[in-house]
């Protein structure tokens, strides 16, 4: 089946700092991937759509400046949270959509913990 | 506005049948899902209905009305590693998933 990785599965960083997440997509090509947050006890709540080549459509509310997302091939997204605070302690997970899948097929990476201090 | 609607909690025992429901309001629709997630767990597939009608797989089984805009996720045989969240999440004509805020399930001995 198709597999989502991500990295680094946890990380604590102090404020002000920026941290960098990667979502691989391990086994297929994935034109388009999504970043989702999840606070807890909440459901997820996307961020943005990325798609290969171009730049990401963020959700109303997300800011782009702080949450930068480049999806440079078509096996990997990164998101980059810039000047990180305690508001921005999340988990954070991507999906990616196969390329040559029916256009609902979804598969999601195992989560990124963040913890700002 | 898009709204997808599911209990808060559900308490079930173990070896017992339970079925969660989803109610939904969206711009179109291209297929509802059921996704499991384990607490600090990313979510994973449970199912996926596009059609009217049951499927079934294995002690899962997931229902859909798009008449009604409900669907539902049956459990038997509760184990209690089916203590979970389940959510549902519908895409959209614009094949965005929607999701609603998820069921906590909680299972007793």
């Known amino acids: 089946g198709a597999v989502v990785s991500q990295h680094p599965s946890w990380v604590i960083c102090k404020s002000g700092t920026s941290v960098k997440i990667e979502c691989r997509s391990l086994d297929f090509q994935a034109t388009t991937m999504f970043w989702y947050r999840q606070f807890p006890k909440q459901s997820l709540m996307l961020m943005a759509t990325s798609n290969e080549g171009s730049k990401a459509t963020y959700e109303q509310g997300v800011e782009k400046d702080k949450f930068l997302i480049n999806h440079a091939s078509l096996t990997l997204s990164t998101l980059t949270v810039t000047s990180a605070h305690p508001e921005d302690s999340s988990f954070y997970i991507c999906s990616a959509r196969d390329q040559v899948g029916p256009d609902y097929e979804q598969y999601f990476g195992p989560g990124t913990r963040l913890t700002v201090t | 506005g898009q709204n997808i609607d599911q209990p808060t909690e559900m308490t079930a025992t173990e070896g017992a049948i339970v079925q969660i429901n989803c109610t939904y309001q969206?711009?179109?629709?291209?297929?509802l899902f059921w996704y499991q997630q384990h607490a600090g767990e990313a979510p994973t597939f449970l199912s996926y209905?596009?059609l009217d009608g049951l499927e079934e797989k294995g002690r899962f089984s997931s229902f859909l009305s798009r008449s009604k805009g409900y669907s539902y996720l049956l459990l038997k045989e509760l184990q209690m590693k089916d203590s979970a969240s389940y959510l549902c999440a519908v895409t959209d004509s614009n094949y965005q998933l929607i999701w609603g805020a998820g069921t906590k399930l909680i299972i007793k001995p």
């Open positions: 209905n596009v």
């Open positions: 969206t711009s179109g629709f291209n297929g």
